[in-house]
């Protein structure tokens, strides 16, 4: 016969283990983060992207993307839905990159025509790596889900001048907030956050955010019909 003090203290031993089963460990120093991260960003062969730029400038020339959703095939294919400006005129579109062949389809008609595309998010992934490495006093700001996954945040800053060449402006020549969302599981990198005019001609209140996910499931981006 167990004795009843026996009973509840073993019950009260099991309520305290469940209660301290559920605690997470403390999360890595920085810069095994982002070693992690830099590593699987590197050899990645395919992905998803959202990307997004808030309070951006209009009526630049050529294209400029205010979002952007598609699949990129690394090193350098994508396809992807687009909404921005092309000159002072707004579009809604989509665009395919090979290489150094851009195209875009045609709102009103859907035929697809080459024309001159400014950088493309398919720059920031590929170099996001260097981008990491160069950031100045990253620091762990928390965690959260990022499309579901439990993700650590790293914060810190980049210099203008190496990101300004990704998006295609001339640098501000300041220092640009960037935080990172990186997988706590597999350290992939699920998102990036530049807040802060990056461009000489930015407002101080633009942010850029480039959201990764359905990490090397494979895609197939091939040249479209071009209309003469």
């Not at 009260?12 to 982002?34: D, H, S, T, W």
């Not at 959202?50 to 952007?68: C, N, R």
């Not at 998102?191 to 990490?215: C, H, Q, W, Y």
């Amino acid at each position: 016969m167990i004795d009843t003090r026996t009973m509840g203290g073993l019950l009260l031993a099991l309520v305290v283990a469940g209660c301290g089963g559920g605690k997470e460990a403390p999360a890595p120093p920085p810069r095994v983060i982002v070693a992690q991260d830099v590593e699987r960003t590197a050899a990645l062969r395919s992905l998803h992207f959202v990307f997004k730029v808030e309070h951006a400038p209009s009526g630049g020339p050529g294209l400029t993307l205010t979002f952007a959703e598609g699949d990129l095939g690394l090193p350098d294919r994508l396809r992807a839905r687009i909404n921005g400006t092309f000159g002072h005129t707004p579009i809604q579109s989509e665009i395919i990159i090979i290489g150094e062949r851009s195209f875009l389809q045609d709102p009103l008609t859907k035929k697809w025509h080459p024309f001159a595309a400014a950088p493309n998010p398919g720059a920031l992934v590929k170099a996001v790596p260097a981008v990491i490495r160069s950031a100045h006093g990253l620091k762990n700001t928390g965690s959260e889900k990022v499309g579901g996954v439990d993700s650590y945040r790293l914060s810190g800053l980049v210099r203008a001048d190496v990101v300004a060449p990704l998006v295609g402006v001339a640098a501000s020549g300041r220092m640009v907030p960037l935080t990172i969302w990186v997988g706590k599981q597999d350290f992939r990198l699920r998102r990036v956050r530049l807040e802060g005019a990056v461009g000489e001609n930015e407002p101080d209140s633009i942010v850029r955010t480039l959201e990764m996910s359905k990490f090397d499931e494979g895609v197939t981006i091939t040249s479209p019909e071009v209309s003469g």
